[in-house]
């Protein structure tokens, strides 16, 4: 079994774009995805139910959308920072691949305040592919 790791975000368009690469990839059979979202610093200290990883619209979003292409869904929660979260669920799940998206950043942003998906693809034991919508 191929295991792929789907960190989302906040932001429908990215979460689409990441279900549906994953969705289109050949042999879907034999691949499961794990769907993973960072909560935020308030949602870390909010009570367990309210901070049920299931509860993020893009991620039931995703894990809907995977499930009617006929797809095995897991959901996990990753912590805080997110780069290090995102690492941590692919070592914990034995992940194979890591298909995420990305904000539109400038290149004096990312080094300023540096970037999730920069961080992951320099530091990922498995391979990463960035999606982008259409408008990227």
Do not use: C, W
């Not at 879907?28 to 949602?43: A, G, N, Q, R, S």
């Not at 893009?58 to 499930?67: F, W």
């Amino acid at each position: 079994m191929y295991r792929i790791l789907l960190p989302v975000d906040d932001d429908a368009k990215r979460a689409r774009a990441q279900a549906d690469f994953v969705a289109d990839l050949p042999g879907i059979d034999d691949i499961e995805v794990v769907v993973t979202h960072t909560l935020t610093d308030e949602e870390v200290g909010a009570p367990d139910e309210l901070r049920n990883v299931d509860r993020v619209d893009t991620v039931r979003l995703v894990r809907d959308r995977l499930e009617d292409r006929g797809l095995d869904v897991e959901l996990a929660e990753a912590r805080h920072p997110p780069a290090d979260g995102i690492l941590e669920i692919a070592a914990e799940f034995d992940i194979d691949h890591i298909a995420m998206s990305t904000q539109r950043r400038s290149p004096a942003g990312k080094a300023l305040f540096g970037s999730v998906a920069q961080t992951v693809l320099l530091d990922a034991d498995v391979p990463v592919t960035i999606v982008t919508t259409d408008d990227e």
